[in-house]
């Protein structure tokens, strides 16, 4: 049954002290932003215990069934607790790939024994996981992929690469598209997901520098490595639609995330915060003309997102083109980040000119690595330019490109 | 705003909008829209009749002067579709002024004239002067008092519906504050009112010269409640221009689809180039979003995020609108250059829309105060 409003209202208040209370201190160490820039052992171990005691706590997966680790509770609570680590922005959740598409991927079509097997140690941290998708060649178009995989008895013997596999290094798991059939009709009906164990022989992982100078992003290449059939979900030759649903997780056009935030969301309030501190002629930024007008824009595009969302529970103000706001989504939130962190730097005026490591970079030079580091999100899971391909083909009718 | 939002959407809400948006599209085809243009009154009294028999024009006025007793947020479900199908009545004319006295009205005004207008009888806004001034409170108009008379000068422009309206709401300045008064049709002379040339040719608005125009103190509105009622009319027009334009956009947006999906060139449906695809994408993106803002300040309208909110769903609407018309023009190619192509009836009415009310950079640097100087 859902909670009532003031049952949320106590618990926001319930949660709002244990992350208080049990946040970790900051470490001696820069912290990552996101799952995408996790680049040494350090910073890895660091985010998982902190994802461990979060779940540990019971703030994790609150809406997964009890069978597999979850609480089996309304999602009303779960967003709450989420929507507090954003506002207290305590570290992020690190095994995002697997709370947020592979997780809810495997409760929608898995087999029992793997739900069992995979579920609990995604919400503990105990096994994280990567994400097989893109090829150096083959990034936008993803059906193309061509990384092998051929059967043999009950094991397919992979060969290929895949690239920007985030994670990679510690994922004991990953989501992977591959090719089992180079002779199927289509290029899509050739394809096959598996749920790929890393630490078979045959995978190397190497790190790939970012242009923020960070690492977390890798090539992951196989050489005839051996994993079991069992892997395999969706079916042999059902890859692709495999894949489309995780896209839509990963998207967020599906709802059935674990929970938790995924990243160092940086907000307008954020924004407002630094114009508050940067100087114009003497006086607080916040106080030009044109600086209030540029993020009186940034807060209403904000709203925007959070007001889609909330017209989406009324049928009626969706009747024309239900799927528009879920779809559109990501493509709004990713591009509006990357200008809010763009536009921070112009805030910053002269200290602009100063990165990560120079003691005059604003804020430790977080800006700069949040607008450089939004691209991940603007480029990855689709382009926005796929994403005005899909929303222009889907929501609007149009031919295709 | 970090904490969950919700738009409230009523029972009533989702039956007016469904009742609305089917009456909108059967009663106001676009051939219609063409016809009245061309037509001197600009509207069918028959189809004004029909949504007067529905009690449209009462829906947000209390019971006890004969309306409904419902609110602005049912006003928007009827305004939007309206607007999508650029139905041209006096509905935001008379809506208008029916907020302008329950807001300002001493409750004699308001016992007389609201149950009339909420039974069909034309009222009209006179704010706007040659000044171009969007602050309502800053009128150059002046009310002389001669005893129990008062006596007006100045002159009054964009009077939406004015011509038929047997009760006008006049801002001017008496004793160098700011007024309200109400005027009677027959109270204006001959001559006075003037037809403008107004560039969303859907609507027909007028010039008033107050010269000469002498009316009784009675018809002063109530001067305790001038800020509050300018305060609300303000808010009340945003609002009802954010659903009209929202309508509008959505129906721009479909005149672009539609061209995109039948047009070819160099072989190909011209909605198969991105150039064009992503752009018109934008615009749903601009319309949804826009919607969002629109809805969350109808219900929210009397809350203590009202005032914002009915401003940036302004800004919103304003914006899909113009971006939606000028894409829809330019979409069109040539054929988007003429008279005969729908897009420049878009466009038009956002550019009226944006001279109403105040445009989105006006909204945008009030925003900013409510938004950063508070505290």
């Known amino acids: 049954m859902a909670p009532t409003e003031k049952e949320l209202e106590a618990f926001r208040g319930e949660v709002k002290a244990w992350f208080e209370e049990n946040r970790p201190p900051e470490p001696d160490f820069l912290l990552p932003q996101s799952f995408m820039e996790v680049g040494t052992d350090e910073q890895f171990y660091f985010l998982r215990d902190w994802q461990n005691k979060v779940y540990e706590a019971g703030y994790l997966g609150m809406a997964w069934p009890e069978a597999y680790g979850g609480r089996g509770m309304d999602q009303a609570w779960q967003n709450v607790v989420t929507r507090e680590m954003v506002r207290q922005q305590v570290p992020f959740m690190v095994n995002t790939i697997g709370l947020n598409w592979a997780g809810p991927l495997i409760l929608m079509m898995g087999s029992e024994e793997q739900k069992k097997r995979y579920i609990p140690n995604i919400l503990s941290a105990e096994e994280i996981w990567c994400q097989g998708f893109s090829e150096p060649d083959h990034g936008s178009d993803l059906g193309n992929a061509q990384l092998k995989a051929e059967r043999d008895g009950d094991e397919f013997v992979l060969n290929g690469s895949k690239i920007w596999t985030s994670l990679g290094r510690h994922a004991k798991h990953m989501i992977l598209l591959a090719r089992s059939n180079p002779e199927a009709n289509s290029k899509y009906e050739g394809l096959s997901f598996f749920l790929a164990p890393m630490d078979v022989p045959g995978i190397d992982v190497v790190p790939i520098k970012k242009m923020t100078g960070e690492y977390g992003f890798n090539q992951t290449f196989f050489t005839d490595a051996r994993i079991p059939a069992s892997t395999l979900i969706g079916g042999e030759g059902n890859g692709w639609k495999v894949a489309m649903a995780t896209l839509m997780f990963e998207r967020g056009a599906s709802g059935g995330q674990a929970g938790g935030h995924a990243q160092m969301q940086r907000e307008s309030s954020h924004l407002i915060d630094l114009a508050r501190r940067s100087k114009r002629g003497g006086k607080p930024a916040i106080e030009d003309p044109l600086v209030r007008d540029q993020l009186v824009k940034f807060v209403m595009r904000e709203r925007s997102v959070r007001l889609n969302s909330a017209r989406s529970a009324h049928k009626a103000l969706t009747q024309d083109r239900p799927h528009a706001i879920s779809i559109s989504g990501k493509y709004l939130i990713t591009e509006l980040t990357r200008e809010m962190n763009e536009y921070a730097l112009s805030l910053q005026g002269t200290n602009g000119a100063f990165y990560v490591g120079d003691p005059g970079a604003v804020d430790k030079g977080l800006w700069h690595r949040a607008y450089f580091n939004a691209f991940s999100a603007t480029i990855g899971g689709g382009t926005s330019q796929i994403q005005q391909n899909i929303i222009g083909e889907r929501v609007l009718g149009l031919p295709k490109s | ?375």
């Open chain 2, 1 to 375: 705003m970090s904490e969950k939002v919700t738009i409230s959407f009523s029972e009533e809400q989702e039956q007016l909008l469904e009742v609305a948006i089917n009456f909108a599209r059967d009663k106001s085809p676009i051939k219609t829209v063409r016809a009245l243009i061309e037509d001197d009154l600009g509207y069918d009294g028959d189809i004004w009749q029909e949504m007067v028999d529905l009690g449209w024009l009462g829906v947000a006025l209390p019971e006890e002067y004969g309306g409904i007793g419902l609110s602005l947020a049912e006003v928007v479900t009827l305004a939007e579709p309206m607007g999508r199908h650029l139905m041209a009545t006096p509905f935001y004319a008379v809506t208008l002024t029916g907020q302008a006295l329950l807001a300002g009205g001493t409750e004699a005004q308001k016992q007389e004239w609201l149950p009339k207008l909420a039974s069909g009888t034309l009222g009209a806004c006179a704010f706007y002067e040659p000044s171009g001034e969007w602050n309502l409170g800053a009128p150059d108009a002046v009310a002389t008092r001669d005893g129990d008379s008062l006596r007006l000068s100045g002159s009054k422009c964009a009077v939406v519906n004015g011509a038929g309206a047997e009760v006008l709401i006049v801002s001017l300045l008496l004793e160098g504050a700011p007024a309200l008064v109400l005027v009677e049709k027959g109270q204006i002379p001959d001559g006075a009112l003037r037809r403008e040339v107004s560039i969303d040719e859907t609507r027909r608005t007028y010039g008033l010269s107050l010269d000469g125009i002498t009316v009784p103190a009675s018809q002063l509105l109530d001067p305790a409640r001038t800020h509050e009622a300018l305060k609300h009319i303000g808010k009340v027009g945003c609002l009802l221009l954010a659903a009209d334009m929202c309508g509008a956009a959505q129906a721009a947006l479909d005149y672009i689809v539609e061209y995109l999906n039948t047009r070819k060139q160099f072989d190909r449906l011209i909605g198969s180039y991105q150039a064009l695809k992503h752009p018109t994408v934008d615009v749903l993106c601009a319309i949804e979003s826009a919607r969002s803002h629109l809805y969350y300040a109808a219900g929210e309208f009397d809350g203590p995020q009202g005032d914002m909110a009915v401003r940036m769903a302004k800004v919103a609407a304003q914006g899909a609108l113009s971006f939606a018309g000028d894409r829809a023009i330019q979409f069109h190619g040539g054929f988007g250059f003429t008279y005969d192509c729908d897009a420049q009836l878009y466009r038009r009415r956002a550019i009226w829309g944006q001279s109403q009310f105040g445009d989105s950079a006006y909204h945008r640097q009030r925003l900013a105060a409510m938004l950063f100087d508070a505290s």
